[in-house]
Structure formats: C-alpha cells, structure tokens
C-alpha cells in the first residue's frame, strides 16, 4: 500500500488544466492518475507547456478507463474521495489519509452521478457563489489537495524559503 496521496482525473478534456494539475502534482510529491479518454493527447504541446519540466518529477499513472481504475483502488485498499459540485460536505470537513485518492471528473460534466451516488459519503465540494457552475479544474485541484496536504502537516516538503541578501 502506498503511503502517498493521489490525484485521479476521470476523463479530462483540457490539456491546459491537466498540464496545471501535473505541475501541482510533482511539486507536491502526489501521484497523478489519469483515466481515459483523454480529451487530448498526453504529448500534447499544450500539456507540456503547462507543466513545464516538471514532467520528470512526476509520478503519473494512465488507466485505460473507470472500470480498470475501479479496479486497481480496490486492489490497493486505498481511501477514495469524490469532488462535486453536487456533493454535501465540505472539502475541509473531511479527514483525507495520506494514501487517499481523490477524483475530479472531466470539466464539461464532472463525475458520473451513479459514481456519486454510490460513494455519497465520501463526496466532498468547495464551497461557492449558487449562481455560478463550478470552478476551474485545476484550481479545484489544488484547493483541495493543499487542504489533504495542510492536514498531514506538508510532510516531506519544503515549508520555508529565504531571500538570498537576508541569510
């Protein structure tokens, strides 16, 4: 069993977004997981781009679909999460293991709702405005792994900086 948290992007269309998101993913020490299709290919300019050369540090992992993702998390024991929009906890009201997976679903539609509903306990939203859709992909990423993060303490990460005139 892994001891490390996981990012899982269930169908992702924007290659931008998960360019952002495997960027996060190796500057945190987080797996990345990716479930096909993909909305483009992972060799796509534009994920590349976004991530910078950062690709190296990352610890990525393609799924050939959500049955064969299902699948593999059975296997592993691991705790999974869910991010929707429809869901009734918040992200911060959740205590997330350290080797937790946590899905996000494709940007046009997020997760399947037999998927949430299924797991409806362990769904988890970011709090915002009614009258708005959702949030950004890797904006919603982010919020909620650095609250999973925030909670074990940021352990094995750099925590403080220094400018160079002031040591």
């Known amino acids: 069993m892994k001891n490390k948290l996981g990012i899982v992007l269930v169908e992702p269309e924007i290659p931008q977004n998960t360019g952002n998101i495997s960027r996060t993913c190796a ?92 797991n409806y306990d362990k769904c988890v939203r970011i709090p915002m405005k009614s009258t708005v859709r959702s949030l950004n992909l890797s904006n919603s990423v982010a919020i909620v792994l650095y609250e999973a993060l925030r909670q074990h303490d940021y352990i094995q990460l750099k925590r403080e900086g220094s400018i160079p005139e002031h040591n």
């Open 27 to 118: 500057c945190t020490d987080v797996e990345l997981h990716l479930v096909k299709p993909l909305g483009f290919a992972i060799d796509d300019h534009h994920v590349k781009r976004a991530g910078l050369d950062y690709w190296s540090e990352l610890d990525l992992h393609i799924h050939e679909s959500l049955a064969a993702f299902l699948e593999f998390a059975a296997e592993s024991g691991r705790p999974m999460f869910f991010a929707s929009t429809k869901a009734a906890k918040v992200h911060s009201e959740v205590d997330y293991p350290q080797n937790a997976l946590i899905l996000f679903g494709k940007e046009t539609k997020g997760l399947p709702e037999d998927l949430l509903e299924a």
